[in-house]
């Protein structure tokens, strides 16, 4: 498909890749930006996936408390170097995250950290949810990989879209400021804690709380 320069300047601010390689990527991904930014860096063509590799050791473990002190979150970010850790810039991405989490609420960082055991389960269910629906039995299987995969945009972090960009995943976000600041960043764990939870009590929804903060 035919691709827009703006499409194409979007992806190369965002990975540092070549104009061409851009282009390219957007019309193997049908013009869509996430797809295209990891096209590039599997294939080594974006300035993330040269960082990648790199070891980051350095960073910041950031705390956001929600107004109120009903939401708590802490989460550790990486960088490769002290100097990088200081700066402005990498602060305010390590706040967003937190805040990020503390309105979305994700359970893992990756797809990868998810268990097995987790994934066996939420298979079973939607199997059943489909089958329930009166789906043919030979599409279920495509129906439900397609909603394990928004499983993992709900739960994981980094596919997750952002709070304040809901154009731009997470991983997207972290692309962006790996070209802009030059080092591998990496986002390590988190935690999260909510007043209250496990605990029967009246029904708050604390996330939209968050995200209206965002927006003031």
Known sequence: MAVNAASVKELRASTGAGMLDCKNALEEANGDLTKAAEL?????????????GRIATEGVVESYI?????IGVLVEVNCETDFVAKTDQFKDFVRDVAMQIAAANPLYVRREEVPQEALD??????????LNEG?????????????????????????????????????????????KIGENITIRRFVRFELGEGLEKKTENFAEEVMAQVKK
């Open 40 to 52: 590039l860096r599997e294939k080594g063509l974006s300035a993330a996936a040269n960082k990648a």
């Open 66 to 70: 929600h107004a109120g002190g009903r």
């Open 121 to 130: 389960k939420e298979r079973e269910i939607l199997t059943n949810q489909a």
């Open 135 to 179: 789906k043919p039995a030979n599409i279920v299987e495509k129906m439900v990989d397609g909603r394990i995969g928004k499983y993992y945009e709900e739960y994981c972090l980094m596919e997750q879209t952002f709070i304040k960009d809901p154009d731009k995943k997470i991983s997207q976000l972290i692309n962006e400021k790996v070209s």
